[in-house]
C-alpha cells in the first residue's frame, strides 16, 4: 500500500491484481467519492492510494441480513441445561427483563466489532419490543447505529418476538420504536394466537411508516397451515412486492416438488426474499424426528433455481438459540454448502452471493455488486478461487467501506524455532 499526496488525484482508492468471480483475468477496481468508477485489467491514472490484491478474491462486501444483536452472548449469562426450543423461548424471555441499554450496548458492540473484521459491511438487525422491553433495545442500538454508520450499515427491524394481539400495548409500542427511528418492521407471528391479524398490525405499521416489512416465519415442528400465502397475498393486495423478507421458512423443505414450485410461483410474485438460518435451524428443528432425521433449512438452493431471491444470515450468536457462531456469514456458507450438498464451484458461487449480493437485495440495498456505478462496499479475502473461499473460511481479510479501508486482518503463523519458549 502506498499513498501520494503531491496533486489531486480523480482517483482515491486503486485497488490492482483483483481477481473477481467472472473474470478470466486479474482486474484493477478504481473507486471515487465512495462508488467504483472503473473496473478494467490496467487503469493507468494514478489514485490517491493503491492497495494490491496480489491475486486475492474480490467481492462485495459480506451482509449479514438477519441478526439478533439484542441477544447475542447470552449463553454467557444462561447456559443451556435442556437444549429445547422451549427452554431458549422461557430462558430468553426471563433474561429480557435484566436487558439494560448498557448490556446491551456492550455485547452488540462485540459483534459488530468483530463483523467489521470479517468483511461485513452491512447488517439488519431485529430490534426486541414488548411489554417487558419496551423500547430499550431500540434505545440501547440507535447509538450504535450512528456511532458506526461510517463503517457500517446498520438497519434496525423493530420485532415483536412474544406476540402482538396477546400482548397488550404492544402495538403503541412498536408505533413508538418506528417513530424514533427504527427502519423495518416485523414479528414473529406463530407466538401470537391469531396470527393473521398479527401479519395484518404489521403490514398496517408498515404502511403507515412506508417501511419493509420482516417475519420470522413457518418453522415449528406442527401441523399449523403455513402461514407464508397469508404474507404473500397481503403482500401482493398492499402493493408492498419486493419489500418483504421470511427468516426460518425451514417447513418448505417438506413440501413435494410439486408443491415447492407452486410456493415459488407465490413468493416470486410477491416479490418475497427468503433467508436460511442454518446454524440456528439445524440446532433447533426436526427435534421430534426419531430416524430420518430432516436437514431443517430452507431449500434455498431450489427456490433459486425457481428464480425466488434467496439469502443466509446468521440469526443468533452464543445463545440459547443458537449456542455457538461468531457471526461470520462465510462460515455459514460454508455450512450451507456442507448440509445442501452444494458442491460444484456453480454452487460455491451461489452461497457466497447468498451473502453479499442476494443478501443486500433482501434487506433492499440496490447496489451491492463489483460494477462501475454501485457503492465501493468491498472484502478482500486470502484465497484466489470462490471455492477456496467457500471450502474454509480464510482468516486474512481487508475490509472496505464507501471506498475507505477500515479493517485488515491478518493470520500469521510462527515457525517452530520462533515460538516464545515459556519458563
Known amino acids: 500500500m502506498m499513498q501520494n499526496q503531491s496533486i489531486d488525484f480523480e482517483i482515491d482508492l486503486k485497488i490492482e491484481n483483483a481477481t473477481l468471480a467472472k473474470e ?3 482486474q484493477t477496481i478504481a473507486i471515487r467519492n465512495g462508488k467504483i468508477i472503473q473496473i478494467a485489467p490496467v487503469i493507468s491514472p494514478p489514485a490517491a492510494q493503491t492497495l494490491d490484491a496480489a491475486g486475492s478474491i474480490v467481492v462485495p462486501g459480506l451482509v449479514d441480513p438477519h441478526l439478533h444483536l439484542d441477544k447475542a452472548f447470552l449463553l454467557e449469562k444462561s447456559p443451556a441445561q435442556a437444549g429445547t426450543f422451549q427452554e431458549a423461548l ?10 439494560t ?12 466489532e468483530n463483523a467489521i473484521g470479517f468483511g461485513i459491511t452491512a447488517i439488519r438487525s431485529h430490534v426486541e419490543v414488548d411489554p417487558i422491553l419496551q423500547l430499550t433495545s431500540i434505545k440501547a442500538l440507535l447509538p450504535l447505529k450512528q456511532e458506526y454508520a461510517q463503517r457500517l450499515t446498520l438497519q434496525l427491524a423493530i420485532f ?9 400495548g404492544t ?11 427504527g427502519d423495518v418492521i416485523g414479528s414473529a407471528p406463530y407466538t401470537d394466537p391469531d396470527p393473521e391479524r398479527n401479519i395484518n398490525i404489521v403490514f398496517d405499521l408498515a404502511q403507515s411508516f412506508d417501511c419493509d416489512v420482516d417475519f420470522h416465519l413457518d418453522f415449528l415442528d406442527d401441523d399449523e397451515p403455513l402461514l407464508f400465502p397469508i404474507v404473500a397475498r397481503e403482500t401482493i393486495k398492499r402493493g408492498w412486492q419486493n419489500r418483504v423478507c421470511l427468516g426460518h421458512m425451514t417447513r418448505l423443505a417438506g413440501l413435494s416438488p410439486a408443491k415447492l414450485k407452486e410456493a415459488a410461483a407465490l413468493l416470486r410474485e410477491a416479490g418475497i ?3 436460511a438460518l442454518p446454524a440456528s435451524d439445524l440446532y433447533m428443528m426436526a427435534r421430534q424426528d426419531t430416524h430420518n432425521v430432516r436437514r431443517g433449512v430452507a431449500p434455498i438452493q ?29 462460515k455459514i456458507c460454508t455450512l450451507l454448502a456442507q448440509t445442501l450438498q452444494l458442491g460444484t464451484q456453480e454452487r460455491h458461487a451461489l452461497c457466497l452471493e447468498m451473502a453479499t449480493t442476494q443478501a443486500a437485495k433482501a434487506i433492499g440495498l440496490r447496489d451491492h455488486r463489483i460494477e462501475p456505478g454501485s457503492a465501493a462496499d468491498l472484502v478482500i479475502l486470502g484465497a484466489d478461487s470462490i471455492s477456496q473461499v467457500v471450502g474454509a ?3 486474512d481479510r481487508i475490509t472496505i467501506k464507501s471506498g475507505n479501508i477500515i479493517s485488515q486482518t491478518l493470520v500469521s503463523r510462527t515457525p517452530k524455532d520462533q515460538l516464545v519458549q515459556i519458563v
Open 171 to 181: 402495538e403503541q409500542l412498536l408505533h413508538q420504536a418506528l417513530t424514533l427511528g
Open 302 to 330: 431450489t427456490l433459486f433455481d425457481l428464480n425466488v431471491n434467496t439469502a443466509i444470515a446468521t440469526n443468533n450468536i452464543q445463545n440459547l438459540f443458537t449456542p455457538f457462531g461468531d457471526g461470520d456469514p462465510l
Open 90 to 99: 422461557e430462558e430468553t424471555l426471563r433474561l429480557k427483563k435484566e436487558f
Open 101 to 112: 441499554i448498557e448490556d446491551i450496548q456492550a455485547r452488540s458492540r462485540r459483534v459488530i
Open 24 to 26: 478470466s483475468e486479474q
Open 160 to 168: 415483536a418476538q412474544e406476540g402482538i394481539t396477546n400482548q397488550p
Open 273 to 275: 426474499s427468503i433467508l
Open 393 to 395: 473460511a480464510p482468516g
